[in-house]
């Protein structure tokens, strides 16, 4: 096994490497599906609960980059995919709960070369020196008999958290560039004071 801790070889204990249930991060097969629609930072903070300051620091550091369209230069708008807005909260929720940045790393690397079906079904947890992928609750209970203290991300509720939030807002499609306005409230409000003014 693979500690995202250290980098080290190590383990749960009475598990040997070849063993089956939780493991520590690594990399994966990528899917070969692309998004058809982006959404521009101020939606991938809005939906992933972080400041654009976040956002843009942790692009710059290439923490979570934007897959669909990177920012070039002055006037350049980035644009990130439904992934990697996923991805955002899931790191803003890591870092909530004081996991180190260089764990967040790895399971950031791990999250990318995984194809959406899995990530839909993956739970992580984390002691807070390592993070664990667990896709069936045996592996969380392996995890758990270790005695230390761990909480878990299940990856397919903040996937609807992310889906439910952006459609709420604006997103942009990859191959037009045209805006598509979602189901807003605020839109809604909007049309209505539109009709009673005529």
């Known amino acids: 096994m693979m500690s995202s801790g250290d980098g080290a070889a190590g383990g749960l204990p009475g598990r040997s490497p070849g063993g089956s249930g939780p493991y520590p991060l690594h990399g994966s097969a990528t899917d070969a599906t692309t998004d058809v629609i982006g959404y521009r930072g101020p939606t991938a903070c809005a939906a992933a609960g972080i400041t654009y300051r976040q956002l843009d620091y942790w692009a710059r550091t290439g923490l979570v980059e934007p897959s669909v369209r990177p920012a070039y230069g002055s006037g350049t708008q980035r644009l990130y995919s439904f992934r990697d807005v996923v991805v955002l909260k899931i790191v803003k929720r890591f870092l909530d709960t004081g996991v180190a940045l260089q764990n967040i790393r790895a399971a950031v690397q791990h999250l990318q070369g995984r194809g959406l079906d899995d990530l ?79």
């Not at 984390?126 to 209970?141: K, L």
């Not at 509720?157 to 992310?162: G, K």
């Open 120 to 198: 839909e079904r993956m739970t992580l947890m984390s002691d807070g020196a390592t993070v664990y992928e667990c896709s069936s609750p045996d592996e969380v209970v392996d995890l758990l008999q270790g005695g230390q203290g761990i909480f878990g991300i299940a990856v397919g509720v903040v996937w609807r958290d992310v889906e439910a939030a952006l459609s709420q807002l604006h997103g942009e499609r990859v191959d037009t560039g045209e805006t598509l306005v979602r189901h807003n409230p605020a839109d809604e409000l909007a049309r209505r004071r539109r009709d009673k003014a005529v």
